[in-house]
Protein backbone atom coordinates (compact mmCIF):
# COMPACT_ATOMS: atom_id res chain seq x y z
CA UNK A 1 0.00 0.00 0.00
CA UNK A 2 1.08 3.90 -0.69
CA UNK A 3 2.38 5.96 2.09
CA UNK A 4 2.86 9.49 2.97
CA UNK A 5 6.27 10.10 4.24
CA UNK A 6 6.30 13.27 4.98
CA UNK A 7 3.14 12.62 7.07
CA UNK A 8 4.74 9.43 8.27
CA UNK A 9 7.14 11.25 9.72
CA UNK A 10 4.91 14.10 10.90
CA UNK A 11 2.55 11.27 12.99
CA UNK A 12 5.82 9.62 14.61
CA UNK A 13 7.43 12.97 15.69
CA UNK A 14 8.14 13.69 19.84
CA UNK A 15 9.80 10.25 20.20
CA UNK A 16 10.02 8.37 23.36
CA UNK A 17 13.53 7.17 24.51
CA UNK A 18 13.47 3.80 23.66
CA UNK A 19 12.09 3.98 20.04
CA UNK A 20 12.33 6.29 17.12
CA UNK A 21 10.46 5.45 13.11
CA UNK A 22 14.34 5.25 12.27
CA UNK A 23 14.62 1.83 14.43
CA UNK A 24 12.17 0.47 11.45
CA UNK A 25 12.99 -0.25 8.12
CA UNK A 26 9.72 0.58 6.30
CA UNK A 27 10.23 -1.30 2.90
CA UNK A 28 10.28 -4.35 5.17
CA UNK A 29 7.23 -3.54 6.83
CA UNK A 30 4.03 -6.27 7.07
CA UNK A 31 1.52 -6.53 4.47
CA UNK A 32 -0.54 -8.05 7.11
CA UNK A 33 -1.09 -6.79 10.83
CA UNK A 34 -3.34 -8.62 13.09
CA UNK A 35 -3.88 -8.24 16.89
CA UNK A 36 -5.55 -9.78 19.58
CA UNK A 37 -6.68 -7.16 21.52
CA UNK A 38 -6.71 -8.26 25.43
CA UNK A 39 -6.50 -6.90 28.67
CA UNK A 40 -9.41 -4.10 28.56
CA UNK A 41 -11.15 -5.58 31.51
CA UNK A 42 -7.23 -5.87 34.16
CA UNK A 43 -6.20 -1.90 32.71
CA UNK A 44 -10.33 -1.32 34.09
CA UNK A 45 -10.28 -2.99 37.34
CA UNK A 46 -6.23 -2.02 38.02
CA UNK A 47 -8.13 1.32 38.07
CA UNK A 48 -10.67 0.32 40.26
CA UNK A 49 -12.83 0.82 37.31
CA UNK A 50 -15.67 -1.80 36.11
CA UNK A 51 -14.22 -3.62 33.58
CA UNK A 52 -16.83 -2.66 30.66
CA UNK A 53 -15.09 0.83 30.99
CA UNK A 54 -11.75 -0.62 29.78
CA UNK A 55 -13.70 -1.94 26.52
CA UNK A 56 -14.60 1.61 25.83
CA UNK A 57 -10.96 3.34 26.46
CA UNK A 58 -9.78 0.06 24.09
CA UNK A 59 -11.87 1.71 21.32
CA UNK A 60 -9.86 4.45 21.22
CA UNK A 61 -6.37 2.45 21.35
CA UNK A 62 -7.93 0.54 18.20
CA UNK A 63 -8.49 4.23 16.20
CA UNK A 64 -5.34 5.28 16.74
CA UNK A 65 -4.03 1.66 15.05
CA UNK A 66 -5.76 2.21 12.47
CA UNK A 67 -4.68 5.38 11.80
CA UNK A 68 -1.02 4.10 13.01
CA UNK A 69 -1.27 1.53 9.98
CA UNK A 70 -2.88 3.73 7.41
CA UNK A 71 -0.27 5.95 7.54
CA UNK A 72 2.50 3.25 7.60
CA UNK A 73 0.76 1.59 4.63
CA UNK A 74 -0.22 -1.88 5.83
CA UNK A 75 -2.64 -3.66 3.50
CA UNK A 76 -4.38 -5.37 5.96
CA UNK A 77 -5.46 -5.06 10.17
CA UNK A 78 -7.43 -7.33 11.18
CA UNK A 79 -8.16 -7.41 15.10
CA UNK A 80 -9.98 -9.83 17.53
CA UNK A 81 -12.53 -8.30 18.79
CA UNK A 82 -15.13 -10.82 20.51
CA UNK A 83 -14.98 -14.58 20.13
CA UNK A 84 -16.85 -17.40 19.95
CA UNK A 85 -16.17 -18.14 23.56
CA UNK A 86 -16.80 -14.54 24.76
CA UNK A 87 -20.44 -15.43 25.19
CA UNK A 88 -19.55 -16.78 28.64
CA UNK A 89 -18.74 -13.67 29.99
CA UNK A 90 -21.56 -11.81 32.05
CA UNK A 91 -24.35 -10.80 30.07
CA UNK A 92 -23.75 -7.25 31.05
CA UNK A 93 -20.81 -7.53 29.62
CA UNK A 94 -21.71 -8.82 26.36
CA UNK A 95 -24.54 -6.67 25.90
CA UNK A 96 -22.35 -3.43 26.48
CA UNK A 97 -19.55 -5.08 24.17
CA UNK A 98 -22.43 -6.00 21.14
CA UNK A 99 -23.63 -1.71 21.70
CA UNK A 100 -20.47 -0.50 21.69
CA UNK A 101 -19.36 -2.40 18.39
CA UNK A 102 -22.75 -0.88 16.37
CA UNK A 103 -22.37 2.76 18.28
CA UNK A 104 -18.47 2.69 17.70
CA UNK A 105 -18.89 1.53 14.01
CA UNK A 106 -21.56 3.72 13.08
CA UNK A 107 -19.07 7.13 14.83
CA UNK A 108 -15.88 5.86 13.20
CA UNK A 109 -17.33 5.04 9.40
CA UNK A 110 -16.43 9.25 8.44
CA UNK A 111 -13.19 8.40 9.60
CA UNK A 112 -13.20 5.18 7.58
CA UNK A 113 -14.24 6.94 4.73
CA UNK A 114 -11.36 9.69 4.97
CA UNK A 115 -8.69 7.20 5.16
CA UNK A 116 -10.19 4.98 2.06
CA UNK A 117 -10.16 2.02 4.62
CA UNK A 118 -12.69 -0.67 3.51
CA UNK A 119 -14.32 -2.98 6.52
CA UNK A 120 -14.43 -6.48 6.57
CA UNK A 121 -15.53 -9.18 8.81
CA UNK A 122 -14.33 -12.67 10.42
CA UNK A 123 -17.26 -14.54 11.69
CA UNK A 124 -20.82 -15.97 12.43
CA UNK A 125 -22.43 -12.53 12.21
CA UNK A 126 -26.29 -14.01 12.09
CA UNK A 127 -25.56 -14.92 15.98
CA UNK A 128 -25.14 -10.87 16.90
CA UNK A 129 -28.06 -8.90 17.96
CA UNK A 130 -29.95 -7.05 14.80
CA UNK A 131 -29.03 -3.31 15.81
CA UNK A 132 -25.34 -4.56 15.33
CA UNK A 133 -25.74 -7.04 12.35
CA UNK A 134 -27.72 -4.32 10.83
CA UNK A 135 -24.94 -1.71 11.28
CA UNK A 136 -22.25 -3.81 10.18
CA UNK A 137 -24.01 -4.81 7.10
CA UNK A 138 -23.97 -0.76 6.44
CA UNK A 139 -20.55 -0.37 7.38
CA UNK A 140 -19.78 -3.18 4.76
CA UNK A 141 -22.05 -2.05 1.96
CA UNK A 142 -21.00 2.02 3.22
CA UNK A 143 -16.78 0.68 2.61
CA UNK A 144 -17.04 -1.40 0.08
CA UNK A 145 -15.81 1.23 -2.62
CA UNK A 146 -12.71 2.44 -1.04
CA UNK A 147 -9.65 1.09 -2.26
CA UNK A 148 -7.18 1.32 0.73
CA UNK A 149 -6.41 -0.67 3.82
CA UNK A 150 -8.34 -3.80 4.57
CA UNK A 151 -9.52 -3.46 8.06
CA UNK A 152 -10.83 -7.10 9.21
CA UNK A 153 -12.91 -6.75 13.05
CA UNK A 154 -13.18 -10.49 14.15
CA UNK A 155 -16.54 -10.82 15.97
CA UNK A 156 -18.29 -13.65 16.84
CA UNK A 157 -15.05 -15.41 15.59
CA UNK A 158 -13.31 -18.85 16.59
CA UNK A 159 -10.76 -20.80 14.33
CA UNK A 160 -12.13 -23.79 15.21
CA UNK A 161 -16.00 -22.97 14.15
CA UNK A 162 -14.66 -20.72 10.52
CA UNK A 163 -12.66 -24.17 10.19
CA UNK A 164 -15.68 -26.13 10.42
CA UNK A 165 -17.84 -24.01 8.89
CA UNK A 166 -14.98 -24.72 5.73
CA UNK A 167 -15.68 -28.11 5.98
CA UNK A 168 -19.35 -28.13 5.81
CA UNK A 169 -19.43 -25.92 2.64
CA UNK A 170 -17.25 -27.67 0.91
CA UNK A 171 -18.94 -30.96 1.64
CA UNK A 172 -21.63 -29.44 0.56
CA UNK A 173 -20.03 -27.98 -2.81
CA UNK A 174 -18.82 -31.67 -3.56
CA UNK A 175 -22.44 -33.15 -2.61
CA UNK A 176 -23.38 -30.74 -5.43
CA UNK A 177 -20.63 -31.93 -8.23
CA UNK A 178 -19.20 -28.03 -8.18
CA UNK A 179 -15.76 -29.80 -6.77
CA UNK A 180 -14.25 -32.82 -6.84
CA UNK A 181 -12.74 -34.52 -3.85
CA UNK A 182 -9.41 -34.55 -5.84
CA UNK A 183 -9.51 -30.16 -6.75
CA UNK A 184 -9.57 -29.67 -2.40
CA UNK A 185 -6.59 -28.28 -2.49
CA UNK A 186 -5.07 -26.16 0.66
CA UNK A 187 -5.89 -23.15 -1.45
CA UNK A 188 -9.51 -24.67 -2.40
CA UNK A 189 -10.25 -25.02 1.73
CA UNK A 190 -8.48 -21.44 2.28
CA UNK A 191 -11.62 -19.71 0.14
CA UNK A 192 -13.80 -21.33 2.20
CA UNK A 193 -12.49 -19.54 4.94
CA UNK A 194 -13.48 -16.15 6.24
CA UNK A 195 -10.00 -14.63 5.41
CA UNK A 196 -10.44 -15.63 1.40
CA UNK A 197 -8.43 -13.52 -0.83
CA UNK A 198 -5.86 -12.01 1.95
CA UNK A 199 -2.60 -12.85 2.86
CA UNK A 200 -1.72 -14.69 6.18
CA UNK A 201 -0.53 -12.49 8.59
CA UNK A 202 2.90 -11.64 8.57
CA UNK A 203 3.00 -10.31 12.62
CA UNK A 204 0.33 -11.45 15.21
CA UNK A 205 0.26 -8.66 17.98
CA UNK A 206 -1.26 -9.78 21.64
CA UNK A 207 -1.56 -7.28 24.29
CA UNK A 208 -1.71 -7.89 27.87
CA UNK A 209 0.76 -10.84 28.33
CA UNK A 210 -1.04 -13.53 27.36
CA UNK A 211 0.73 -16.51 25.41
CA UNK A 212 -1.68 -18.18 23.42
CA UNK A 213 -3.55 -18.00 20.85
CA UNK A 214 -7.50 -17.99 22.01
CA UNK A 215 -8.51 -20.06 19.14
CA UNK A 216 -7.89 -17.06 16.57
CA UNK A 217 -7.06 -18.03 13.15
CA UNK A 218 -4.96 -21.41 14.17
CA UNK A 219 -4.76 -22.30 10.28
CA UNK A 220 -3.33 -18.53 8.88
CA UNK A 221 -0.83 -17.91 11.91
CA UNK A 222 1.03 -21.09 10.12
CA UNK A 223 4.29 -19.13 9.66
CA UNK A 224 3.37 -15.78 11.63
CA UNK A 225 5.82 -13.89 13.98
CA UNK A 226 4.17 -13.48 17.27
CA UNK A 227 4.68 -10.20 19.06
CA UNK A 228 3.49 -10.26 23.04
CA UNK A 229 3.68 -6.99 24.80
CA UNK A 230 2.87 -6.83 28.64
CA UNK A 231 0.69 -3.49 27.94
CA UNK A 232 -3.04 -3.93 27.84
CA UNK A 233 -4.89 -2.83 24.94
CA UNK A 234 -6.07 0.22 26.39
CA UNK A 235 -2.60 1.70 27.07
CA UNK A 236 -1.48 0.39 23.39
CA UNK A 237 -0.71 3.54 21.04
CA UNK A 238 1.52 4.07 18.10
CA UNK A 239 4.75 3.36 19.57
CA UNK A 240 3.90 0.27 21.03
CA UNK A 241 3.09 -0.69 17.45
CA UNK A 242 6.68 0.69 15.90
CA UNK A 243 7.95 -1.70 19.11
CA UNK A 244 6.36 -4.55 17.84
CA UNK A 245 7.60 -3.87 13.69
CA UNK A 246 10.94 -3.62 14.92
CA UNK A 247 10.89 -7.03 16.87
CA UNK A 248 9.20 -8.60 13.54
CA UNK A 249 11.96 -6.83 11.60
CA UNK A 250 14.93 -8.55 13.63
CA UNK A 251 13.29 -11.97 12.85
CA UNK A 252 14.88 -14.43 10.17
CA UNK A 253 11.95 -15.64 8.81
CA UNK A 254 12.56 -19.24 7.39
CA UNK A 255 9.55 -20.60 6.54
CA UNK A 256 10.92 -23.71 6.67
CA UNK A 257 14.16 -23.26 4.57
CA UNK A 258 17.53 -22.32 5.84
CA UNK A 259 18.75 -18.78 7.04
CA UNK A 260 18.16 -16.03 4.96
CA UNK A 261 20.87 -13.23 6.35
C1 LIG B 1 -10.18 -8.02 25.52
O1 LIG B 1 -10.04 -7.64 26.85
C2 LIG B 1 -11.51 -7.64 24.93
C3 LIG B 1 -12.42 -8.75 24.69
C4 LIG B 1 -12.15 -10.02 24.83
C5 LIG B 1 -13.76 -8.41 24.26
P1 LIG B 1 -10.55 -8.57 28.02
O2 LIG B 1 -11.96 -8.20 28.32
O3 LIG B 1 -10.33 -9.99 27.68
O4 LIG B 1 -9.63 -8.11 29.19
P2 LIG B 1 -8.96 -9.04 30.30
O5 LIG B 1 -8.18 -10.08 29.57
O6 LIG B 1 -10.07 -9.65 31.08
O7 LIG B 1 -8.11 -8.13 31.08
C1 LIG C 1 -9.21 -13.34 23.24
O1 LIG C 1 -9.18 -12.78 24.50
C2 LIG C 1 -10.38 -12.80 22.50
C3 LIG C 1 -10.32 -11.38 22.19
C4 LIG C 1 -9.36 -10.56 22.43
C5 LIG C 1 -11.50 -10.88 21.53
P1 LIG C 1 -9.79 -13.52 25.76
O2 LIG C 1 -9.56 -12.61 26.89
O3 LIG C 1 -11.17 -13.94 25.50
O4 LIG C 1 -8.88 -14.83 25.83
P2 LIG C 1 -8.58 -15.78 27.06
O5 LIG C 1 -9.89 -16.14 27.67
O6 LIG C 1 -7.70 -15.04 28.00
O7 LIG C 1 -7.87 -16.95 26.44
MG1 LIG D 1 -8.77 -11.25 28.02
Redesign the pocket.
Known sequence: MEFDSEKLRAYYADAPEDITLEDIDLERRPKHVSI??????RWAQARGMDRTKGHAAGVDSLRETVTTCVRMGIDVLS?????T??WK?PQREVDMLMHLFATTLMKELPLFHQENVQLRFFGDLTALPKKTYDVFMEGLEETKGNTGMIFAL?VN?GSRAEITRAAQMLAQDVLEGSLKVEEISQAALESYLYTAGLPDPDLLI?S?G?L?????LLWQLAYTEFYVTDTY?PDFDRWEFLRAIRAYQSRDRRFGGVKTK
Not at 36 to 41: E, F, L, Y
Not at 212 to 216: E, F, G, I
Open positions: IMDGNGVYAFSENRAYRSERLSNYW
